[in-house]
């Protein structure tokens, strides 16, 4: 299912769902089509997108477009410098 007709049939809501395909431009992965699972409560939203299967996402129809904006260095490592002079 394309994105838009989940935006019409969930309109202003949270939404789990299954990526099925996607494309990737420059850092950005673009959800092509999905399937929807279930509507999530904002009480459960925070729950749920930490809790999220592989493959599996939840996204606000409010969104025109589906987009994950992807990190490449998602770890950044701080030194801290222990020498004292």
Do not use: C
Request: aromatic fraction near 10%; proline fraction near 5%.
């Amino acid at each position: 299912m394309k994105w838009k007709e989940v935006r019409e049939l969930f309109p202003d809501q949270f939404v789990l769902v299954n990526i099925i395909h996607y494309h990737e431009e420059d850092n950005k992965k673009i959800v092509d089509e999905v399937a929807p699972i279930r509507t999530v409560s904002e009480q459960d939203v925070n729950k749920e997108f930490f809790q999220v299967e592989p493959g599996h996402f939840v996204y606000h129809t409010s969104n025109q477009d589906f987009v994950i904006h992807l990190r490449k260095d998602p770890l950044m490592r701080v030194r801290r410098n222990t020498d004292e002079n």
